[in-house]
């Protein structure tokens, strides 16, 4: 025999089902054993004749030839795994078939000792055949699939979050190709319970950190790992080379969901207390509307790109310079972080990285900070734009800009969705908001829903010592990779490793970036 894939089921109909598939997949005829493994004797008796690489496996088949095909039962398959797979010919793979997605939990832990076995729900096979079919055999036999990615496919994962329910899919991201559809769960508790603690602007007073890392678990377990299932998402792991060839993405709908520290998770199963999943592979969010609908667009950052940074200093004045302003009766200090930003980026815009364009906010005519920026705006039309200063939520899903005001003591404000409807931001590719709750209660959705394809934004107050050291992380990989979610992981690692300990300041996973173009899990080699 030169077959190297056989199917082991006693069900006439479900031999061909899997058979088509599996030639849809790519299987080439001659490697495909052209009838069925009615039982585990005949199934033991194949893999004794034959060097099989890859055996499909109905999780219903039964246990001797006179047994009725019984669709409760799983002790064929058990028998299968236990004694013919696992203790003779481990080196065998198994693509187990399930009748539909949770029905043979019993199997689980076989598999899991087997080690190279997987279930893969017959109703997920026929909603996406082959698509899904590629990457399960490609996780099993370790070649690549069709795209040449990782073996597996399933590098990316995404999580869509509604009112009642949470979608988990798994996918490519490769040129803009749907995402797979996988497992629904309506079990929102932890959720919900999540976001009413972080409903709050401000960063948690008591023990900050362990209830981060507490929620953000939890949260990674009911609604990646649980809902691909452990074993399976090991594997993703395993063929990916690990977290750090992973993506996430969280689609969230409801802007009370975006505080919520999903990417604050630490390792899942065996390492407790371990890094943060965040530091590894880049976790991003996304909404799902839109109005000038850019989103379909690749959005690599180029060389020579047009990048605005607008310093918005309150306080100054030539004749009287003060700590701080007052804006709608709320007062803001005079920040510090704001000029050693710049003169990093004033570094790379000589060194040709970026076509820099400074806007001062503090040359604005008194009292005219809000025109002059908009009018500013559309005469660059910037690649990039980094605003370094203040801003304040109102509670709602927008935000304000705090601006130099008429007065040195005073500051007036910009909403922030009147900046994302700005003409001048129509060939925006990423906004970068270096102020204080950039993004609390969904104020960077008003950016993305203007079709800008990346926003990046700080759950929490940003500190004035270590903010700059972030943008630098941050555009420094950006300059080399030309990848906003590269970018963005690589400077969340950077601002951690630079702590002499984890709780020494939030700034490693305050940041939080909306990501909607179509390439935003690429990475460069």
């Not at 207390?273 to 180029?302: D, H, T």
Request: charged share 20%; proline share 6%.
């Amino acid at each position: 025999m030169t077959a190297k894939i056989a199917i082991a089921t006693a069900e006439p109909n479900m031999f061909e089902t899997l058979r088509g598939h599996l030639l849809a997949a790519g299987v080439a005829l001659e490697d495909l054993y052209d009838k069925p493994l009615m039982t585990p004797d005949q199934t033991s008796e194949w893999l004794i004749a034959n060097e099989t690489e890859l055996l499909v496996l109905d999780a219903r088949l039964p246990t001797d030839p006179s047994a009725v095909y019984d669709t409760r039962t799983t002790l064929g398959a058990k028998h299968v795994l236990n004694t013919v797979v696992l203790a003779q010919y481990p080196h065998t793979s198994v693509l187990v078939i399930a009748p539909s997605f949770g029905t043979c939990a019993d199997l689980e832990e076989e598999c899991r000792a087997a080690g190279n076995a997987l279930i893969l729900p017959m109703d997920a096979l026929q909603l996406h055949r082959h698509r899904i079919l590629r990457p399960f055999i490609a996780i099993l036999t370790g070649h690549p699939d069709e795209t040449n990615a990782i073996p597996g496919a399933f590098r990316v994962i995404e999580i869509e979050i509604h009112s009642a329910k949470v979608e988990c899919r798994l996918g490519t991201g490769e040129d803009g190709s749907p995402m797979l559809r996988w497992n629904t769960i309506s079990d929102l508790d932890d959720l919900k319970s999540a976001a009413q603690t972080y409903a709050r602007d401000e960063m948690p007073l008591n023990n900050w950190l362990g209830q981060t890392r507490d929620i953000g678990t939890r949260l990674f377990k009911s609604f990646v790992v649980k809902a691909i299932g452990e074993h399976l998402f090991s594997q993703i792991e395993k063929s990916a080379g690990g977290l750090v060839g992973l993506s996430f993405r969280f689609v969230i709908s409801d802007a009370g969901f975006y505080p919520v520290p999903f990417e604050a998770s630490v390792r899942y199963l065996s390492e407790e207390n371990g890094p943060f999943v965040l530091l590894y592979a880049p976790i991003v969010r996304r909404i799902p509307s839109f109005v000038r609908g850019r989103a379909s667009e690749r959005a690599r950052i180029k060389q020579g790109a047009k990048l605005m940074f607008v310093r918005s200093q309150i306080g100054e004045h030539p004749d009287l310079k003060l700590d701080s302003a007052i804006c709608d009766g709320k007062k803001f200090d005079k920040l510090g972080n704001i000029d050693t930003e710049l003169e990093h980026v004033k570094q790379l815009g000589a060194a040709g990285c970026f076509d820099l364009k400074i806007v001062n906010l503090s040359d604005a005519p008194p009292g005219e900070a809000a025109p002059y920026l908009l009018k500013q705006l559309d005469a660059f039309r910037p690649t990039i734009l980094h605003y370094a200063g203040h801003a304040w939520s109102d509670g709602q899903q927008t935000a304000t800009l705090v601006l130099p005001g008429l007065q040195p003591q005073q500051a007036v404000g910009l909403k922030l969705d009147r900046v994302a409807a700005s003409d001048g931001l129509s060939t925006t590719t990423l906004v970068y908001l270096s102020a204080c709750r950039g993004i609390s209660k969904g104020c960077v959705q008003q950016l993305v829903m203007n079709g800008i394809p990346y926003a990046l934004g700080f759950r929490w107050n940003v500190e004035d010592e270590r903010a700059p050291q972030f943008a630098r992380e941050f555009y420094d990989e950006l300059y080399k990779t030309r990848s906003v979610c590269v970018a963005f992981r690589k400077a969340c690692r950077a601002s951690w490793e630079s702590l002499n300990y984890d709780e020494e300041s939030p700034i490693w996973l305050s940041p939080i970036l909306l990501a909607q173009s179509t390439d935003w899990a690429a990475r460069c080699q």
